[in-house]
């Protein structure tokens, strides 16, 4: 491990070639001093936020060429993605947990994109993929019930995107090439000319099979192209109106589940959001921020193999939803009020055998709707110390009324130090497909409902040097999950204990590096391992080391995982529980405007699988399940213009 590690090091160092590092206009770089505005609503510095929050920063999206959200998040301490083979853009989506709960709330600009009603995830994360729209991404460890939905049980990703300020007009276009037949290709257009602003963006993705890290060819396929259209107007005195629109399509090939990656699914997906926000300051005292918004995503998938299984899977969703914030500012107190409304709908589902002998469907417009109400008010007792209690009611068409009270305190032992204890509860409403899938759903489902516990330390070692730290503990119970035949059931109880901690050092104007473990434990169910069996590592390291100069800056990113078990019947997955993968990223300023870049994944070539956690690699397909294999060494060198 130790040679892999050093020789990951020279290869960026090679790369550097004591050379020269891009450095990117106008973006910003969040230290403790950053703003962020997830964790309370209204921005505030990183340093006073009462919660566990990383960010990923436009500069890190662009340098490091990342090709979704879900990749773009993925070193952050507490965060795990799990892709289905080569990328998350096939099947329905691919599985992400914070703080080991894959119940988080997705949001653009404040806005939810959950679906709550796809296999296996609560959102499209991995089709969000217009990276160059985007301005920041926090991620907001824990539960946020309060403030975002008590379907917030591990957190929530906020993506900021964008929003143009000086008049002017600036392009960018990006293409690049890369081995497993990947082509990629983006066209950014943002402006502003008076109170006008916008921001446009087009992209083109091609992908083919791949070889894992044993060399064997996977089975797989990507032809997608997505658009994003932003459109503002400011109405002056910090008002603003923006409408948003994006839409993602594409046509895939991937690993069929009980082939062990020797049979081909072909699956079409069409998405698209649209949305429109106003915000406004009534006066210095408060600010309002109104959101409508309109969520759908159809796909087939199996379409192409015939027999009552697999079968022709062919789902339509779609939410429509309405919020608004007020947000009310005194000189120790900041008041936070507002209302959620969405309704998930069922637009069309059908699991249709190919031979025609089997059908199974859902009525058109079968619907759940939730409606909230809710209020927080930070106060400032001393100029240390502040508490922070917040209450949520929940009126959900199904499943009733639900109150999920917070408190949190905070205190600010000086400018480089903060330290906070929070207690939040929720509770989670089983999702369409839960509930009214034909073959899998179950009508009688309880919501889950628990609570969470955590303490955590902001703090800043010296002007070059900052960290985090959070330990958090969640009981849940009525856990929703499915039983041997994926057919959704509620499992009792469970205790989920952990933590995570991050260190970024800058050692000079050229080199800086960061740090982040964490640790999960999660309560075994009955005949099954612990972190839901075994689906989710015991501890994780993400290493990032980062050279910069004045035309060149380079970076590798290691991601060790440790202890993942797998499903307790199958133990030879105990043989591949702990795996190291780096990735090296470098680009050169060549020209005024003009860049050229590279990228490695997987530099070692190591063997390892984000998902399968039933069977061994080589195991019999007649024993069921999956293994999808994550892409070996792979490699992309591309070029960018802006003007």
Not at 215 to 226: C, F, K, Q
Not at 580 to 592: R, T
Request: net charge neutral.
């Amino acid at each position: 491990m130790n040679r892999k590690i050093l020789a990951a090091s020279l290869a960026v160092l090679s790369l550097s070639g004591g050379a020269f590092c891009v450095e990117a206009a106008d973006m910003p770089v969040y230290t403790l001093d950053g703003i962020v505005v997830t964790a309370s609503r209204v921005p505030e510095k990183k340093i006073d936020s009462n919660a566990d929050v990383s960010v990923v920063t436009a500069k890190e999206i662009e340098e490091k060429h990342y090709d979704d959200v879900s990749e773009a998040i993925r070193h952050v301490p507490g965060v795990m993605i799990a892709n289905y083979s080569g990328s998350g853009q096939n099947y329905s989506t691919n599985k992400m947990y914070i703080n080991g709960s894959s119940n988080v709330v997705v949001m653009v600009d404040g806005i939810r994109r959950n679906i709550n009603g796809i296999i296996g995830n609560t959102a499209n994360l991995g089709d969000l993929v217009n990276m160059d729209s985007i301005d920041h991404i926090e991620v907001l460890k824990g539960s946020a019930s309060t403030l975002y939905g008590s379907d917030a049980q591990g957190g929530v990703i906020n993506i900021i995107t964008r929003q143009p300020k000086g008049n002017g007009v600036k392009t960018t276009l990006r293409a690049s090439l890369g081995n497993e037949d990947k082509e990629k290709y983006t066209l950014y257009n943002e402006g502003r000319e008076g109170n006008l602003f916008w921001t446009l963006e087009a992209g083109k993705e091609l992908m083919g099979s791949f070889k894992d890290g044993w060399g064997r060819r996977v089975i797989n396929h990507l032809n997608a192209e997505h658009y994003d259209t932003k459109i503002g107007y400011d109405l002056g005195n910090d008002s603003s109106v923006v409408f948003n629109y994006q839409k993602y399509k594409s046509d895939y090939i991937r690993p069929d589940a009980g082939s062990n990656d020797k049979a081909a699914d072909k699956g079409k997906k069409n998405n698209d959001s649209i949305s429109l926000q106003y915000k406004a300051k009534i006066n210095d005292r408060l600010s309002s921020q109104f959101s409508v918004y309109r969520n759908r995503t159809t796909f087939k998938d199996n379409y192409n193999l015939a027999g009552s299984w697999p079968t022709l899977w062919d789902m339509g969703m779609k939410t429509t939803g309405v919020s608004d914030q007020l947000t009310y500012k005194l000189e120790n107190q900041t008041i936070i009020g507002g209302f959620d409304w969405y309704k998930d709908e069922i637009t069309h589902y059908h699991n249709i055998g190919l031979d025609g002998s089997t059908v199974r469907a859902v009525p058109d417009g079968t619907h759940v709707s939730n409606t909230a109400f809710y209020l927080q008010d930070k106060i400032d007792i001393t100029k240390q110390w502040n508490i922070t209690p917040g209450v949520r009611f929940d009126h959900h068409s199904k499943f009733g009324d639900h109150t999920s009270p917070s408190l949190s305190l905070g205190y600010k032992q000086n400018d480089n130090t903060n330290y906070y204890l929070n207690y939040k509860t929720f509770f989670v409403a089983p999702n369409l497909y839960q509930l009214y899938s034909p073959k899998y759903g179950r009508p009688d489902l309880d919501p889950q409902e628990g609570n969470t516990v955590e303490f955590g330390i902001n703090h800043r070692f010296s002007d070059s040097m900052t960290g985090t730290f959070n330990v958090f503990h969640t009981h849940a119970k009525n856990i929703l999950t499915s039983d041997g035949s994926y057919r959704a059931m509620n499992s009792g109880k469970t205790d989920v204990n952990g933590f995570n901690i991050s260190l970024d050092k800058e050692f000079s104007k050229h080199w800086e590096a960061g740090v982040g473990y964490s640790y999960l434990h999660a309560s075994a169910q009955a005949g099954k391992n612990i972190n839901l069996d075994g689906v989710l590592p015991e501890s994780t390291l993400n290493v990032n080391v980062t050279y910069k100069a004045d035309k060149f800056n380079a970076s590798l990113d290691g991601r060790g995982v440790m202890n993942r078990y797998g499903n307790k019947a199958c133990p030879e997955m105990r043989n591949y529980a702990n795996y190291w993968v780096w990735d090296v990223a470098a680009n050169y300023q060549f020209a005024k405007g003009a860049t050229l870049f590279a990228r490695v994944n997987n530099i070692f070539d190591q063997f390892y699988t984000d998902v399968g956690s039933s069977y061994g690699p080589d195991a019999d397909p007649s024993r069921g399940l999956y293994w999808y294999s994550a892409p070996g060494r792979n490699f992309e060198i591309g070029m960018q213009f802006t003007f």
